[in-house]
């Protein structure tokens, strides 16, 4: 493996109690022309395989023949695949396969392998001398040798789930790939479930082929030449997909399974080609030289640990390629639809698919990736967020403008660029709203308990569930850290004298909970111990108050904060909070310390809007 890294394998996978012995599988592997020369397997530990002999770069490890690879086609032309294809074709049944299909394109051809590997291994069977039911099954010893149990998250006990994952993008992995299950196992009995005289196509049997699917198949294109190669080349960047001799990003494939090639383990940055070829099968072909004794590696590209952990039931420490997903939902900012519509337009220029959701179409969402390590927010974020949180005055001036015009007027015509600084007003509620979505992620997640660390009785879904955290918690912080660079950097651009600057990044932070303990949590995250005192916290968040309620209305940003700011305290009742005195004090504050710094934004955005405009900024 590569200098520091570990992964942790399903240390819990059990073996089927068959006369079905490893061995047995090599030897059917062998007898159908496989070449496994240069590998032996580890029949104590069985914990992937190892080279016999030292090979060079350029060499064959091994191959199968094409006999041996369970394909779709395969699937559908046995006799539950037959049974089950003819139900598919039913339009109510269709109806419901298309809806999980926009889940998972890849449901009908998990969904064929999985019913034929449950027929074929507790179906295709006979009684031995002893009167006990045995696979027959040409399959047999590979699916009898395949393990009974994964540490996919999908198998684990609903009180680690929900206990170790909740608030996580993992648990709704689990949520809903449960229930994506269970409506394929209904479809599966419904069309051939009478086949399955055994009463086999049952929730654990089901289970039990998906995760090893999951875990074990790889896709390769459907309409293939006569030799196709795949390299698998070292890089830092997660795809969130994984691909053998294919591609599904850019071609159609089907899901297959490749018996022994499968048991091999992966390693990041490993140069690995696959070949296929009609007269040899399937090869893998190293692209660096391996010593004898050595552990032979797949790479199975390079992945965050949420999708190692659902997927394959392990995790890489440390993973140079872990993710957080964010979604940012299209909740518009203005009350106008026809604004709404024109901005969900921009946004699609601007390279952005803000997709419906399948329950609510009105309801629109994107998924954006952040990566550990990186150092800045992806631009892609922000130029959604710049478009989402524009206000009407800000919308209406950007599309008056020439390049925006040409861009929103012109037909599949795309921006390669993101949408720069809208003006300082925005650009402030770009950064506090994202500063707001990762803490409400952060603190969802809550503090990981890092005493499992050295805790060998620790539960190991409990410690997989832990690291997975610990990555997610990592990439939020730095993220949030940045937010903070970014938003320091857009109030030391005004040239404020420190105390009006610091006044400044509260007065305008809009859509966070900050009345008044968020206050002082912000003031501390931002400042450090050098935090305001007690009047100016009661004032600004009074001001925060009465910000947030200003109507659409075009005034002057001195009105429109002392109409509203008095009439906020009228209609939450501060007065029954604050004594007179304190009224007074709290005006008076607000009069000397908060108002001159109004002036200051008058001319904040000069730069960018002519004078004229700067009043309708705020």
Not at 14 to 22: D, F, M
Request: glycine share 4%; charged share 25%.
């Amino acid at each position: 493996m590569n200098d520091g890294e570990k992964i942790l394998f399903n240390s819990e996978k059990k073996k089927s109690n068959t006369s079905y012995s490893l061995e047995d599988m090599l030897r059917w592997g062998i007898g159908m022309n496989a070449n496994l020369s240069n590998m032996c397997l580890d029949y104590k530990l069985i914990n992937g395989a190892y080279a016999t002999s030292s090979v060079q770069a350029n060499t064959v490890l091994l191959s199968i023949p094409e006999s041996l690879v369970i394909t779709e086609d395969l699937a559908k032309a046995s006799m539950p695949g037959i049974a089950l294809n003819n139900h598919l074709k039913k339009a109510d049944v269709s109806q419901r396969v298309s809806k999980l299909t926009n889940i998972d394109p890849f449901v009908l051809g998990v969904l064929n392998i999985s019913i034929f590997m449950v027929f074929e291994k507790y179906e295709n069977v006979a009684l031995d001398s002893s009167g006990n039911a045995k696979s027959v099954s040409f399959w047999a010893p590979y699916l009898c040798t395949l393990p009974t149990e994964y540490l996919l998250p999908l198998c684990w006990p609903e009180e680690i789930v929900e206990c170790e994952l909740k608030h996580t993008n993992l648990h709704f992995i689990v949520t809903e790939r449960r229930r994506l299950l269970k409506e394929m196992l209904e479809i599966a009995n419904e069309g051939c479930g009478h086949l399955f005289i055994r009463g086999s196509l049952n929730w654990e049997n089901f289970l039990w082929a998906y995760c090893a699917i999951s875990s074990r198949a790889f896709p390769r294109k459907k309409c293939r030449t006569d030799t196709d190669v795949l390299l698998l080349k070292p890089s830092n960047k997660s795809n969130d997909s994984g691909f053998a001799i294919g591609d599904p990003r850019n071609e159609e494939c089907e899901v297959c399974m490749w018996p022994i090639l499968d048991m091999l383990n992966h390693k990041t940055g490993q140069q690995m080609e696959w070949h296929s070829k009609k007269d040899i099968g399937v090869a893998f072909v190293t692209q660096q030289a391996v010593i004898e004794g050595e552990e032979l590696f797949n790479n199975y590209g390079p992945k965050g640990n949420e999708n190692f952990l659902s997927n394959y039931g392990f995790c890489v420490v440390p993973n140079t390629s872990d993710y957080v997903k964010l979604k940012l939902s299209a909740s518009m900012n203005s009350t106008n639809s026809q604004i709404n519509m024109i901005k969900y337009k921009l946004l699609s220029r601007l390279g952005h698919n803000f997709h419906g959701d399948s329950n609510d179409p009105t309801k629109r969402s994107e998924i954006f990736m952040l990566f550990i390590d990186d150092l800045e927010i992806p631009d892609q974020l922000i130029s959604a967020l710049r478009v989402l949180l524009m206000n009407d005055f800000e919308f209406t001036y950007l599309t008056k403008k020439k390049e925006w015009t040409c861009l929103l007027s012109e037909e599949n015509c795309q921006s390669e660029h993101s949408l720069d600084q809208v003006s300082s007003r925005n650009e402030i509620a770009v950064w506090t709203r994202l500063m707001e979505l990762l803490q409400r992620k952060l603190i969802s997640i809550g503090i990981v308990d890092e005493s499992w660390v050295e805790n060998e009785e620790v539960n190991e879904r409990v410690r997989l569930a832990r690291i997975y955290k610990k990555g997610q918690t990592k990439i939020l912080q730095d993220s949030l850290l940045i937010c903070i660079q970014k938003l320091s950097t857009v109030f030391d651009s005004w040239g404020l004298p420190a105390s009006e600057n610091l006044i400044c990044r509260f007065l305008l932070a809009p859509g966070l909970d900050l009345f008044p303990t968020g206050l002082i949590e912000l003031t501390s995250l931002v400042c450090g111990e050098d935090g305001l005192d007690e009047d100016t916290i009661i004032s600004l968040a009074l001001c925060l108050m009465s910000y947030r309620y200003q109507n659409d209305q075009l005034e002057t940003i001195e009105v429109a904060i002392w109409k509203k700011f008095f009439s906020t305290l009228d209609s939450r009742n501060f007065k029954e909070i604050l004594s007179e005195d304190d009224l007074d004090g709290v005006t008076e504050q607000f009069e000397e310390v908060v108002s001159p710094i109004l002036d200051y934004l008058k001319s904040a955005d000069s730069k960018i809007w002519d004078k004229n405009e700067t009043k309708n900024l705020v």
